[in-house]
């Protein structure tokens, strides 16, 4: 059922003719829709100029045809829509707009023209996503740099406290992470679990956001709550050490964390030879104890890392 159609509450007591105008309303209202979205315009001002269907034609989710043409990027459609009296700021039933779905795709010509005609910039989905947010997660680094200059806040985020800039690092945005900064975001600014944008690059192995994070001043001891693990702890995990060679210039805690590890008891764990020889070089202790009272050469050896084991233990000394 289409929202703008003429309904009745029992279809039973409708006669075969208002059953024919039900359904013809109904296919016009689809059709509607399918042109916003294939960018037919002609098709758009003509079902509009008949009249019996609206341009706000909803479908059961509550998507009207201009989030359609937004999402699809086609302009004219939009502008039609517009002209008509579509309602700029109406929401899906998962709360995002047009200017949401505009940005979600990286149709900043839409996003312009909508912002112009009185869309509001801060509108927020269920989740708590803006039209900023969504650009800073895929990378739609003119969207965001619009956006930011019309007062959109870079501080609104989701319910569990993702932040813009924190997508921006997880998913290697370093522009925007720097532009969100200029704006006023909190580098430091973490998720409920703790985990910070840093902590969420060092994660994906994104260099240039690691570098972009660190240049403003990002904490390079940041701990995610639930086990106390800092960025440097992850990238070792993971193998980047091109991010760990770049995270031991900020001097960061080598030690036991929480989670009853070092970082050079992950780099061993897990075979990372490099990263083992880089953490040494910067001081690492060879000689510290996990949580079951295992150094790191103990924990490589039993891994099968014999090269790696060897290399901790010329280190320990004559103490393994």
């Known amino acids: 059922m289409y929202r703008d159609c003429i309904l009745w509450a029992d279809n039973k007591s409708m006669d075969d003719a208002e059953m024919a105008e039900m359904e013809a309303l109904e296919a016009m209202a689809a059709l509607l829709q399918a042109s916003a979205y294939s960018g037919n315009a002609d098709n758009i001002r003509e079902i509009l100029e008949r009249g019996t269907v609206g341009p706000d034609a909803a479908d059961s989710e509550l998507t009207t045809p201009l989030m359609l043409a937004s999402l699809a990027g086609h302009i004219e459609c939009v502008k039609i829509l517009v002209e008509f009296g579509a309602y700029i700021n109406s929401k899906r039933s998962s709360g995002s707009c047009a200017l949401f779905l505009a940005a979600q795709t990286g149709h900043l010509e839409i996003v312009k023209f909508l912002s112009e005609v009185g869309a509001l910039i801060d509108s927020q989905c269920r989740t708590g996503a803006t039209a900023l947010f969504i650009a800073s997660q895929n990378g739609y680094l003119e969207i965001v740099k619009y956006l930011s200059s019309k007062g959109s806040s870079c501080r609104l985020g989701l319910r569990d406290k993702t932040t813009p800039i924190f997508v921006a690092a997880q998913n290697g945005h370093d522009a925007i992470i720097r532009h969100l900064a200029c704006c ?34 990002a904490d390079v001891d940041s701990q995610r709550l639930i086990d106390g693990v800092t960025p440097i702890f992850k990238a070792a995990s993971k193998g980047f050490k091109h991010i760990v060679d770049l995270l031991l210039k900020k001097k960061p805690d080598l030690g036991v964390q929480q989670s009853g590890y070092s970082p050079l008891h992950t780099a061993a764990y897990f075979g990372h030879f490099g990263i083992v020889q880089a953490l040494l070089e910067s001081g690492a202790n060879p000689n510290l104890l996990d949580k079951d009272g295992l150094t790191a050469a103990q924990l490589s050896a039993r891994r099968g890392f014999d090269s790696i084991s060897r290399l901790l233990a010329i280190r320990q000394g004559p103490a393994y």
């Open 184 to 217: 006023g975001a909190d580098v430091n600014a973490r998720r409920q679990d703790g985990s910070s944008p840093l902590w969420m690059a060092c994660q994906m192995g994104h260099f240039s956001a690691v570098q972009a994070l660190l240049d403003l001043g």
